[in-house]
């Protein structure tokens, strides 16, 4: 339940989006290329970020680059 209380969390880091075409998943109304995100959580697949939606939710990270 962890995930919950994520919003709230402090700010781990900021990424860049670099792209948003996805082959298997629709996450172009979610994220927008050159736009910043801030990260609220990581692990080694995935980073967890507040996106369009202003919500915490969970992308690969081969979408983003660290500024």
């Known amino acids: 339940m962890i995930h919950k209380s994520w919003e709230k969390n402090q700010t781990i880091k900021h990424l860049k989006c670099v792209h948003a075409d996805a082959k298997k998943f629709v996450v172009d109304t979610m ?19 507040i996106d369009n939606s202003n919500r915490v939710a ?9 500024i």
């Open 31 to 49: 994220l927008t290329p050159g736009k910043t995100y801030e990260v609220k959580n990581e692990t080694d697949e995935f980073y967890f970020i």
């Open 58 to 66: 969970g992308f690969k990270k081969e979408y983003f680059e660290e």
